[in-house]
């Protein structure tokens, strides 16, 4: 395909931003949140998204084949076809106002999607997603019905679980929105773990809350990193 606009507005997209699109996405297939051509990752320069193509193996992804639309959903620049995840990409942007989306099928918050309505309070790090994470209710992938499911669970969260199909996140940038997507990931392994030796205790919101207040005491709250227990 080539582009639909009158003039291209790939030169809008730096660089930069397109070899970081790039690398997150072949970082997803390194860290196993992926298989093949699954997952898709987009980041947004103004009023503009760059987002991986449909059906492309992440290893012999180039920057120059990636797809460009506008906020809105219009093509820009499409050397490839789009992710057919598109609309959700759009959702989570219009939800959030984030800088970058990262959509994995990554195993184990794949599985806690299938079988429960929410990853609950495992640990005090989903706090750095808004708190429990909701599973969006099951509709067929690139749907306007998934976009909607998604846009409902990401209200006041980072991150969302879509059922039976896997994971999406946000964050300010592409760094910010993979991290997410690996701690997401993680706090589901620990719940599948945990539930495997009974019941896990849950953290109750007071205890959430305390936790963001000592955040913010501790002047953590910037870098999206918990402090160790010795910081």
């Known amino acids: 395909m080539s582009s639909t606009a009158g003039s291209d507005p790939a030169g809008f997209i730096s660089d930069a931003l397109r070899a970081a699109v790039v690398d997150c996405a072949r970082r997803m297939v390194a860290d196993g949140?992926?298989?093949?051509?699954s997952g898709n990752?987009?980041?947004?320069?103004?009023?503009l998204i760059v987002i991986t193509p449909s059906g492309c193996r992440y290893e012999t992804l180039r920057p120059d084949?990636?797809?460009?639309?506008?906020?809105?959903?219009?093509?820009?620049?499409?050397?490839?076809?789009p992710s057919s995840e598109l609309p959700m990409h759009l959702a989570a942007y219009q939800q959030t106002?984030?800088?970058?989306v990262v959509h994995t099928h990554s195993m184990f918050a794949t599985a806690v999607a299938t079988t429960c309505p929410e990853l609950p309070a495992i640990h005090y790090t989903i706090g750095l997603l808004g708190g429990p994470i909701r599973v969006a209710p099951y509709a067929t992938f690139?749907?306007?019905?998934?976009?909607?499911?998604?846009r409902a669970a990401l209200a006041g969260r980072?991150?969302?679980?879509?059922?039976?199909?896997?994971?999406?996140?946000?964050?300010?940038?592409?760094?910010?929105?993979?991290?997410?997507?690996?701690?997401?990931?993680?706090?589901?392994?620990?719940?599948y773990r945990a539930s495997r030796l009974g019941a896990p205790r849950v953290l109750s919101a007071a205890e959430l809350d305390a936790f963001g207040a000592q955040m913010s005491a501790l002047s953590y709250g910037t870098n999206d990193r918990p402090p160790g227990p010795d910081a």
């Open 33 to 37: 949140l992926v298989i093949g051509t």
């Open 158 to 191: 980072h991150g969302a679980l879509l059922q039976n199909h896997g994971a999406l996140t946000v964050g300010q940038d592409i760094e910010q929105a993979y991290d997410r997507a690996r701690m997401l990931e993680w706090l589901a392994e620990l719940y």
């Open 41 to 47: 990752v987009s980041a947004r320069s103004g009023d």
């Open 142 to 150: 690139g749907t306007s019905e998934l976009a909607d499911g998604l």
């Open 65 to 81: 084949q990636l797809c460009v639309i506008s906020v809105h959903g219009r093509p820009l620049a499409l050397p490839l076809r």
């Open 97 to 100: 106002g984030a800088g970058a």
